[in-house]
T-cell receptor
Framework: DTAVSQTPKYLVTQMGNDKSIKCEQN?????MYWYKQDSKKFLKIMFS???????INETVPNRFSPKSPDKAHLNLHINSLELGDSAVYFC?????????????FGDGTRLSIL | AQKITQTQPGMFVQEKEAVTLDCTYD???????LFWYKQPSSGEMIFLIY??????QNATEGRYSLNFQKARKSANLVISASQLGDSAMYFC???????????FGTGTRLLVSP
């Protein structure tokens, strides 16, 4: 009964490949997010979606394309992977996008580019 | 724009003692939320505590309390009676009304010794 689940947990691939990370939440939340945590542990928002609609795209290269088929799912597809994409990617969700709503995170996907 | 500053890269505390992790923030928004998250070495992000900008009382959740000083723009986390399992990275974050994202600080690594 995991609240926010991401797959895969680990992703090792070569430069230039295309890969996807899936995220699902069973909390009934309206808002979902993708964050990137770099090698120095700094967390930064990439995208946020509210009821399947894109709300924030925080100057992310267009090689990254999020897709939300329904409000319980937010997947992240990455084209032409580069060395700098190596990071941990976290999916999160909150009941609404309000400033008083805690975000619940998945366990993260560690992406390593060879 | 919102900004979170955590000036302590690392903190040490002995088991059963209390510890304060510092967090200052900067925002021109009147309505905002402040959050603390814990990231153990296993990598998941765990929500600990929330404080709203209009809340007059400091938030508490078990052994965690948030020392909120609005005029000084600080939101320090106090952990009472530290346990070995409290060893982790701790992140302060904020969200402002209308901005559907969390802005994170750089984190503080807490080590609890026996």
């Amino acid at each position: 009964d995991t609240a926010v689940s991401q797959t895969p947990k680990y992703l090792v691939t070569q430069m230039g490949n295309d890969k996807s990370i899936k995220c699902e939440q069973n909390l009934g939340h309206d808002t979902m997010y993708w964050y990137k945590q770099d090698s120095k542990k700094f967390l930064k928002i990439m995208f946020s979606y509210n009821n399947k609609e894109l709300i924030i795209n925080e100057t992310v290269p267009n090689r990254f394309s999020p897709k939300s088929p329904d409000k319980a799912h937010l997947n992240l597809h990455i084209n032409s992977l580069e060395l700098g994409d190596s990071a941990v990617y976290f999916c999160a969700s909150s009941r609404t996008g309000g400033s008083n709503q805690p975000q619940h995170f998945g366990d993260g996907t560690r992406l390593s580019i060879l | 724009a919102q900004k979170i500053t955590q000036t302590q890269p690392g903190m040490f505390v002995q088991e059963k003692e209390a510890v304060t992790l510092d967090c200052t923030y900067d925002t021109s928004d009147q309505s905002y939320g402040l959050f603390w998250y814990k990231q153990p070495s296993s990598g998941e992000m765990i929500f600990l505590i929330y404080q709203g900008s209009y809340d007059e009382q400091n938030a508490t959740e078990g052994r965690y309390s948030l020392n909120f000083q609005k005029a000084r723009k600080s939101a320090n986390l106090v952990i009472s009676a530290s346990q070995l399992g409290d060893s982790a990275m701790y992140f302060c974050a904020m969200s402002a009304t209308g901005f559907q994202k969390l802005v994170f600080g750089t984190g503080t690594r807490l080590l609890v010794s026996p």
